[in-house]
């Protein structure tokens, strides 16, 4: 699912004061891609190069994900899947590593009792 603004985030777009630079739209994309699978509050203490609050991260996503024309080679698109984010063009390759993930786990607890 590829979550896009509505009336109401245009209305809280407009409040928020992003202060986005050319260096930050590959270092946000590259971090995503590099933590696939995180929740939001999951991803907030881990970005180090930008301050977010969670629904000002949410925005940022929506933001991407409205005006893909915008920051297409850029930034984005990122698709949220069950509460947890990926870069679009590696959703399957993120959703298949969490779910091996999940397995190994299983398997180990399996091969311990």
């Given at each position: 699912m590829l979550p896009t603004l509505n009336s109401d985030d245009v209305i809280e777009l407009q409040k928020s004061n992003f202060?986005?630079?050319e260096e930050f739209?590959?270092?946000?994309?590259?971090?995503?891609?590099?933590?696939?699978?995180?929740t939001i509050?999951?991803?907030?203490p881990l970005i180090t190069f930008y301050k977010f609050t969670?629904?000002?991260?949410l925005l940022t996503f929506k933001l991407f994900n409205?005006?893909?024309n915008t920051y297409y080679n850029k930034c984005g698109p990122f698709s949220?899947?069950?509460g947890v984010w990926f870069v679009c063009d590696k959703c399957l390759e993120g959703q298949e590593i969490i779910a091996l993930k999940k397995e190994i786990i299983t398997l180990?607890?399996?091969l311990y009792i």
């Open positions: 202060e986005f630079t739209y590959p270092q946000f994309h590259d971090f995503i891609r590099q933590n696939p699978g995180k509050l999951e991803l907030l969670p629904s000002g991260l409205t005006y893909k949220r899947n069950g180990k607890k399996r």
